[in-house]
């Protein structure tokens, strides 16, 4: 049995889902298995960087506002202005209706 390092007394492993063996885990997603060499979580990547994408995403487009073009008729730019304001207050009042239910439920 190894000696524990004193630097790092728990050491984390996981099982590698190609080769079924136990290998040391440092918890990032780009571990690599000691034994066939493939990545431990070859998924966990993936859904990184596709959280950082959403992230890095125009507010308007997480929110699904309706889009209103530089180029609209001012009328339209008018009713697209009051159409995103209910959009907004429909997504705020739903947003209280969310809390207030939490809070009742403690």
Known sequence: MATPD???PFAATKKCPH???????QQRPTDHCQHCGQELEPHRAAAD???QQQADAPLSDRLMLI?????DNPVIKFFKYIIRGGQLAFGALMAFFVWLVTVAAG
């Open 49 to 51: 960087e596709h959280r």
């Open 6 to 8: 004193p630097i790092t």
């Open 67 to 71: 889009e209103i073009k530089p180029d």
């Open 19 to 25: 080769c079924g063996l136990w290998t040391e885990w």
